[in-house]
């Protein structure tokens, strides 16, 4: 019998179907949604229940659709900004559907079980379907139903073993085992085994901590991916991502940089803190004047990301925090004066020049709003996954302007003003 994992559906905007494989093992809730309904004030509601439980491999999937009274006419630009501007959703948005007759998506025919000659015709918006971590359709909720009265339901499926669990540790090494060779080669694979992929961030962290240890390198501190909606959006995750930056891979002020087996072919201009305290982990979060007193300098940073996955627009939070959530080469600057306390980051422009002609420009709201708030997050999430931030870690915290293409053979200069500029140069 079919499950959710067997079908297709293409992301809000994005036509290009992508396989719903990559939510197995997680918790799901399915809703049909519209912008001008009466149970539209229930985005609130579902945006709430993801925030919740999203770490522990629960996700909501919503499905606009206008066969209700014509109450979702926009386009996936409209929908996509009502849902941002009105309710700051950040789980995942697939493009309009139909979910009942002759014209409705393969999924939501599932849904209904009209593929099993069952069918019960949705009867109008924000519908809810419970899906397990194995595919399967647990529970149908009518629109009536709040989304806060389903949590419940949620906490039921994630507490049973196998979901959002630990990886065993023959699973742990074997994910490792098909990472690692390809980190050293800086070669591509199509993904990890579906026997050993990590299924939640819990479960990414873990392997990228295997990674790490398996490779040896030091590690120096991290990054942060995924800092704007726009890159959240590219790379199909609901949030940033952490991923460890290894000794090999930090390059001094105008360092020759190589790029001949790079595939992401971008350099990215980024705030970059250096911690003089540490912040273990820890029950409570973090507060940022406790962050930041914990920074002893700035730095201007220029990123190489690269990743391991053919494919890694569609490999899946889980996965990209596997594989150091792209990290590949980081170009670090002399500290900035140490007045940059007194600057307001989020409003400091900054350009990348590429031969000397400026080819981007940009500025820290770029980054959740500022860099400042980028290390309270990534504290946090280290409280929460992994080691904490140590003395002397370093933290760049995503790029501040839209990635700029590059190829061997030219010069990039990130230029913060009077905060300073940093030079790279690319080789083959």
Request: hydrophobic share 45%; proline share 9%; glycine share 10%.
């Amino acid at each position: 019998m079919p499950v959710l994992h067997d079908f297709q559906a293409s992301s809000l905007g994005d036509r290009e179907p992508r396989s719903l494989s990559r939510y197995a093992g997680q918790v799901l809730l399915v809703v049909n949604t519209a912008s001008q309904c009466g149970f539209t004030p229930q985005y609130a509601g579902l945006q709430a229940l993801h925030a919740r439980f999203a770490d522990r491999g629960f996700a909501v999937l919503g499905f606009p659709c206008n066969q209700f009274g014509a109450q979702e006419p926009g386009d996936a630009a409209a929908i996509a900004a009502f849902c941002e501007r009105r309710f700051a959703v950040s789980f995942p948005m697939f493009d309009k559907v139909e979910v009942n007759g002759e014209g409705a998506h393969p999924l939501w025919r599932w849904l209904t079980g009209h593929d099993r000659g069952e069918g019960k015709p949705v009867a109008w918006n924000f519908a809810k379907f419970l899906i397990g971590p194995d595919g399967a359709l647990v529970r149908r909720y009518p629109s009536k139903v709040e989304p806060d009265a389903i949590a419940a339901d949620i906490e039921a499926l994630l507490s049973q073993p196998g979901s959002g669990s630990a990886l065993a540790p023959a699973t742990l090494a074997a994910a490792v085992d098909a990472l690692e060779p390809h980190w050293r080669a800086e070669s591509v694979t199509s993904g990890i085994p579906e026997d050993c992929r990590p299924r939640d961030r819990a479960q990414g962290y873990a392997v990228q901590a295997a990674l790490a240890q398996r490779i040896g390198q030091p590690v120096v501190g991290w990054k942060i991916a995924a800092t704007s909606a726009a890159g959240q959006q590219h790379i199909g995750v609901d949030g940033p991502l952490a991923g460890r930056l290894l000794a090999d891979r930090l390059l001094p002020p105008g360092a020759a940089v190589p790029m001949g087996r790079n595939r992401m072919r971008v350099i990215e201009a980024e705030f970059c803190f250096r911690m003089a305290g540490g912040l273990p982990p820890r029950e409570h979060p973090y507060t940022p004047a406790e962050v930041m007193a914990a920074v002893g300098a700035l730095h201007p940073a220029i990123e190489i990301p690269d990743s391991r996955y053919e494919d890694f627009v569609h490999a899946g939070a889980p996965q990209l925090i596997a594989d150091f959530a792209c990290a590949s080469r980081l170009v670090l600057g002399a500290p900035m004066p140490e007045r940059w306390r007194e600057v307001d980051l989020a409003a400091h422009p900054v350009r990348v020049l590429r031969d000397g002609v400026e080819a981007a420009r940009g500025q820290g709201a770029n980054v959740l709003g500022d860099p400042r708030t980028a290390l309270v997050w990534i504290a946090n999430e280290l409280s929460r996954y992994g080691p904490g931030l140590r003395p002397g870690d370093i933290v760049t915290t995503g790029t501040c302007v839209v990635p700029v293409p590059a190829a061997p053979g030219e010069r990039h200069l990130a230029d913060y003003g009077a905060l300073g500029s940093l030079e790279v140069v690319l080789t083959d």
